[in-house]
RNA sequence: GGAGGGGUUCCCGAGUGGCCAAAGGGAUCAGACUGUAAAUCUGACGCGAAAGCUUCGGUGGUUCGAAUCCACCCCCCUCCA
């Protein structure tokens, strides 16, 4: 390998495999290439499983070349089989139709639109497909594949050999579908790249090899590794579910949160995988925590590093205003307007009225989604792990919200800041 | 079509008439220890503040009493054709 980018790709373990890989090195140096990644709207937006392509393509930008984010607006309609074990539920088109706007905007997000010939784009394969007959489709495109590798293909193998899973046509279409993407950006605007997950190797391949038939273009492909943590538990989900990029879905603040609880046997990789730091720096960050006692930094420095990426300066500045009110020292020290801005900024929050109170604490802190289940708040009650603007309330005081949530215990005459265990913090303003 | 084995609480998986809201493990939540970490230990873990209410594929039935027995139905797996 000789281009410095796929040395860092390296360096940072972000290369899983490479299709072409004589050619790709002495290729990206010779000049701007264009490269494309996918995205399918499987949601009203990605979450953080989509975080390593989505850098990657900024990557790519930064080493000179043309991304081009593609939101899928046809193969969101059919839905990649690639190691599904089930066939999945398909989804309207109108419904598809809204994802693929919120995706586009999101994705938009990670890439640069002015950046001379490196410029990035946006496409939807739905341009390009959803004016093909199927006859069309079958002759001109179909004809290129043969089912004999197709069924061979890893990634659908299961289904296929698996007694009682299965595969719908529509499903195993899906890898013609993207590959005719691959074509068609080829043809289009001079694509030869496609970055994909590790899962799309499949996909990927399928394009190359339709690239080269249609076209007689020689095409690369490379895959990402799967992000996978120390402890085997699966990455990116936590207590609450899935990790968002859409703030709507998951605050800042959690995001942040989310970011700073890394383990420590993760957060180096983690920091080469999410952030722009060159890597000589992180391992200096690896270095001088190994010399210190206590918390390490790196964490730190990751959140704070993937929270502006994601979230912005604001979105940064929203989710360490709220850690550090919330984690180091007192509360006590926020002014009335710190508390609506808590709020604003995305700690979980709710009005309740002081007329309809509910019975039971375990009934309030359980409908404002602290905890699954009344016999959580009541554990928690019995341990102390209760905090009501600091002061600790009792599973005897269960019954007694109102004298709980008395008015003498209010900061500022309404709010009061709910803690249970050790992180998990709500908002209640009383009206 | 034939033969056999299954469907149990979020997941895996015991349980074959009362002591079963149902063993054990995992996940999860809380506590201790810590660094808002890991590991470990402790407690909780169907819902409910409680009284109590609702579960063991579905529907009926037997019984004082069923996840457990019977009938029918639905679904899954293995082997044979």
Known sequence: ?????????????????????????????????????GFDPTADSLHIGSLVPLLMLRRFQLAGHKPLALVGGATGLIGDPSFKAQERQLNTPDVVAGWVDKIRDQVSKFIDFDAGEASAEVVNNLDWTEDVSVLDFLRDIGKHFSVNAMIQKESVKQRIEREGSGISFTEFSYMILQSYDFAELNKRHGCSLQIGGSDQWGNITGGIDLTRRLHGNQAFGLTMPLITKSDGTKFGKTESGTVWLDPARTSPYAFYQFWLGTADADVYNFLRFFTFLDVDAIAEIERSDAERQGRPAAQGVLAEEVT????????????????????????????????????????????????????TLTQMLTEAGMAASGKQVKDALGRDAVLVNGVAASWAQNAAVADVFSQDAARFGRFYLVRLGKKKYHLFEMV
């Open 1 to 37: 390998m000789s281009s410095e980018l796929l040395k860092d790709l390296e360096a940072r373990g972000l290369i899983f495999q490479i299709a072409g890989e004589a050619e790709l090195p002495a290729w990206l140096d010779g000049g701007s290439r264009t490269l494309y990644c």
């Open 308 to 359: 502006r990426i994601v979230h912005g300066d604001e979105g940064l500045a929203a989710a360490v205003r709220i850690t550090d009110a919330l984690f180091s020292g007192s509360f006590e020290a926020l002014s009335e307007d710190d508390f609506g801005q808590l709020r604003q900024d995305g700690l979980p929050a709710s009005t309740v009225a002081r007329a309809e109170l509910p019975e």
